[in-house]
């Protein structure tokens, strides 16, 4: 494989985008899950062939190096490339089963919000990172005003205002930027003085804006209102794109272009801790499926962070890890809750009994991926945590206290939040009532007999759940990226030597 398919990862959801505005809707629908799933095969390729080529770069245009828009693929990107176009494909997949992607522009939103994700993640340079987080969000404004509850308009007012505010930090950060090292470039910025003042207050303003996009605390309130608000397939969408790619910015930059930042391990460590505990007990206060889930989400970003901040190969690779088991179980479990909610009309724990007895699979689905979210065996959750306890171990006193001791007691408030969610809704006597279609939740009506969840609801949960598991029986391929993917962010000399094109 060469580097001049890389732009072709932008190129293609783009033009298909382009192309569904003006087939019918039929037609629209048929080009929406195939186009993510060939970005995930090729992605897949480029993993294989970084096993003996680490870096493949392409400059557009064929430009020189320096003044073209490099695009930069190396086991990192690979491995975000080849999960996000997975479960994304498996998102959009339900929004085709259950009716959602029959709206117009739906397959166009998705595809474009595909190609932002995948530019994102390919580029090379600072300013072209804030252009394809840009064509990533505009298509969700939209996706998030069309799918999604009554108050989706006043939520989308947030989550447009919040992300609009966020890109003009990101826009400063990127100019102190090029003002302070006259140039936006990765591999240049990599052999910045990082000794500056001024490129570290810069640099700083570019990882706070990330940081508001990931939902770190104290700036992630907006994430737990905004998300739940949404359609479930959209959330799941957005789950798995929107903070994912924010992630993986905060670990590029932070490694490429800071070298790791050793002067800031310390407050960086508790920022991740606390986001940690504050993103596992924050379920405790939710009644919903999915605003449950949420402050998982916001849990999530703490562990992945956490194996960021402890700098360590093995704490690297454990929080990448982390993330890609994220990505598929948080997806599995709003799926499973999407499947729900479209069948039985609520999401609220107070509406839901005993759907255990009468959703066998969609029960047995949800267990599963709760325990991997807990960290228990068999799920790919109990490898990432005993990666980042293996690694929360090596380091010093005090720290390694507190750490390990931040990671059991956010595992305990996960596992008490969960199991919360479990008997509110999957244990306690046969469900007898729901809502009427159309109406509240105080306007119930008998749940007719019969009435399951269609198996092709929950067959996209049962996929990504099965991926899942499958990091845990086979673990060893997905370690072995990881850590070549580690050894690419601590050694970036190949990566600037071959961006720069020395």
């Known amino acids: 494989m060469t580097a001049a398919v890389l732009p072709l990862f932008v190129a293609v959801p783009l033009a298909v985008a382009a192309l569904a505005v003006v087939l019918p809707s039929r037609a629209a629908r048929a080009v ?20 003996e080529n680490p870096v493949l770069v392409h400059q ?18 690979a491995v975000m490339l080849t999960v996000t176009g997975l479960t994304s494909a498996v998102c959009v997949a339900y929004a085709v089963l259950g009716g959602e992607a029959r709206l117009r522009f739906f397959p166009s939103l998705a595809l474009m919000l595909t190609a932002g994700v995948n530019g994102a993640l390919l580029t090379g340079d600072l300013f072209n990172l804030f252009v394809f987080i840009e064509v990533m969000l505009l298509p969700s404004y939209a996706l998030i005003a069309m799918t999604g509850t009554w108050r989706r308009l006043g939520i989308g007012r947030l989550f447009v205002v919040v992300n609009l505010v966020t890109s003009t930090i990101l826009l400063a950060g990127v100019g102190l930027v090029y003002g302070v090292a006259g140039s936006v470039n990765m591999a240049v910025l990599a052999d910045a003085d990082h000794d500056d003042p001024r490129f570290l207050l810069a640099v700083g303003v570019v990882l706070l804006a990330l940081m508001v996009k990931a939902g770190v605390v104290p700036v992630h309130g907006w994430l737990p209102r905004a998300y739940p608000a949404t359609s479930g397939a959209v959330m799941a969408l957005f789950s798995a794109l ?3 790619v924010a992630l993986y910015a905060i670990y590029r930059v932070h490694s490429v272009v800071l070298d790791g930042a050793p002067d800031w391990a310390l407050p960086a460590l508790a920022l991740a801790v606390v986001t940690m505990l504050v993103g596992a007990y924050g379920s ?8 449950s889930l949420a402050w998982q989400m916001v849990a999530g970003v703490g562990y992945i962070l956490l194996g960021l901040f402890i700098g360590t190969r093995l704490g690297l690779a454990a929080g990448l890890f982390y993330m890609v088991h994220h990505i598929l179980v948080m997806g599995a479990l709003l799926l499973a809750a999407a499947a729900i909610e479209q069948t039985y009309r609520s999401g609220q724990f107070v509406r839901m009994s005993g759907l255990m007895r009468r959703e066998p699979l969609l029960a047995t689905v949800t267990a599963l991926a709760l325990l991997s979210l ?34 059991v007691l956010a595992s305990l408030g996960t596992l008490v939040a969960m199991l919360k969610l479990w008997r509110d809704v999957f244990w306690g006597p046969p469900l007898e009532e729901m809502p009427s279609r159309g109406s ?16 092709r609801l929950t067959a996209p949960a049962t996929v990504l759940l099965a991926t899942s598991l499958l990091l845990f029986v086979v673990p060893a391929p997905p370690w072995d990226a990881a850590l070549r993917a580690v050894d690419g962010l601590l050694d970036v000399s190949t990566y600037a030597e071959e961006v720069a094109g020395r």
């Open 60 to 77: 557009v245009g064929g430009f020189v190096p320096g003044i073209a828009i490099p695009l930069v693929s190396d086991t990192l990107s």
């Open 284 to 291: 405790l206060g939710e009644r919903a499926i999915r605003r």
């Open 242 to 244: 929107h903070t994912k």
């Open 32 to 51: 929406l899950v195939p186009t993510p799933l060939l970005g995930a095969a090729g992605a897949l390729a480029l993993l294989v062939e970084h096993t």
């Open 440 to 455: 509240t939740d105080t306007d119930p009506i008998d749940v007719p007999p019969g009435t399951r969840s269609p198996r």
């Open 374 to 407: 807990v960290g228990f065996p068999p799920s790919s959750g109990f490898f990432a945590k005993v990666g980042i306890v293996r690694a929360a171990a090596e380091l010093d006193q005090p720290e390694r206290v507190v750490v390990l001791a931040a990671v």
